[in-house]
């Protein structure tokens, strides 16, 4: 576990699903990061990190490390409009943890800045 050493059986899952890659995050109620993964730190290079499977791979590897280090209940916390959004979440359940409430926290622009124009491929 490293760090933190002492047991917790509550924490927080932050997903951030942005185009390119899924970032998974379990930190523990005071903030500190307790464990993490990627579609990269899953094995996977280049375009592939931005797919479903790459999610899926990241969810199930930091799951497992989560259960046993005695994690029970989690938060789930959704960031990002990426495909691996709620594959995460599924297979996360899969591993042992009890989602308590998933809170999607993707920040939208209230007539903000003027977005980007439109992509040309």
């Known amino acids: 576990m490293g760090k933190y050493s002492k047991k917790e059986s ?3 899952v932050y997903i951030n699903c942005s185009f390119n890659n899924t970032i998974i995050t379990i930190t523990n109620k005071q903030g500190n990061t307790l464990f993490w993964s990627s579609g990269g730190t899953a094995g996977l290079k280049g375009s592939r990190r931005s797919t ?3 999610a899926k791979k990241a ?3 930091i799951g497992n490390s989560a259960r046993k ?3 029970v209940r ?3 916390f959704l960031k990002g409009i990426g495909k691996g959004r709620y594959g995460v979440a599924k297979v996360l359940r899969q591993t042992g943890l009890k989602i308590q409430k998933i809170t999607d926290i993707t ?3 209230f007539n903000g800045c ?3 124009k439109k992509r040309r491929i």
């Open 52 to 54: 479903a499977h790459a």
């Open 74 to 76: 989690v938060d789930l």
């Open 10 to 12: 509550e924490a927080s």
């Open 107 to 109: 920040p939208i622009p």
């Open 59 to 61: 969810a199930k590897k």
């Open 69 to 71: 280090a005695g994690l």
């Open 114 to 116: 003027r977005p980007p």
